[in-house]
């Protein structure tokens, strides 16, 4: 009775091991976090506040569904659904972090307020940096968006109107995302389902458009995440920028944007494409405002409003 007990204690420990040493595959940067950047902007900021969470009871929320599995690793989404509109349009949301640090549950302020508002939102996680370079993370998220398209009904959500909106490195995402309908480099094949990842608007909140441009300083991260410096990979550098793929069949875009110019670095070039094949597009500029603003009240409810000006315009 004591070896099996024996021999029962041992198995525990060896099944918790590799538990532990799966649940550690890869690094995580916590360096970027609501709190971390509040500490720093109050001290040029002092009435800035962190908007309160408001449940809402037209908004059902779901934290970490299952969107894909990639060996033993899970990944997951937020869902936060409108709960009286059948069929409403989806917000696909990408959190910021220098493509290294930062996750999903950053964006549950917006997704609960952007919910409340008639829409159905989703914050995706993806693979950073550190665990996987470009173009993983842009991969995961058409893997998500493929996902909630397939789950429509369950989500209520019209699968031909779907937003991407994405925030700092996420607004890079997102304008990325966007400009790369149907184009097979950005696609994961082995991903079962029935959908196309296609988005229908794209919302950049102070994200890039071009990572080598007289505008742009992007550096170390951006090399980090990219596999090499702008000299060593220049076409990487090119292909991940959002304005090389702008073009005739891009989507509507809302630019939200900080009072810091790097953060708009190839933005003129590219509404310059879109006035050209006449594609709605609106910047809303947010003066004295520092990157990360949409974190922050006052500028959390301004985000908001002009996110729901837009995609009332867009898909009402």
Known sequence: ???????????????????????????????YTIKSTY????????LITIPEIKPNQDVQVTFDLVYNKEKERELHLDAFVNKKNKKSPAVIMIHGGGWRSGNKDQMQFLGREIA??????????????????????????????KFIKDNASKFNV??????????SSGGQMAALIGTTNNNSIFEDKAFKSKSSSKVNAIIDVDGVLAFKHPESSEGDMAAFWLGGKSDEIPEIWKEASALTHTDKNTPPVLYICSSIPRFHAGRDDMIKILNENKIYNEVQTIPDSPHSFWFYEPWFKQTISYTIQFLDKIFK
């Open 1 to 31: 009775m004591k070896s099996k007990m024996q021999k029962l204690k041992l198995f525990l420990l060896f099944f918790l091991n590799v538990i532990a040493v799966q649940s550690q595959q890869y690094q995580i940067d916590s360096s």
């Open 39 to 46: 500490a720093k902007l109050i001290k040029k900021y002092p």
């Open 116 to 145: 409340s508002k008639g829409y159905s939102a989703f914050s995706i996680e993806y693979r950073l940096s550190l665990e996987a370079k470009y173009p993983t993370g842009v991969i995961d998220v058409k893997n998500a968006i």
């Open 158 to 167: 019209n699968v031909n109107k779907i937003a991407v909106l994405g925030c």
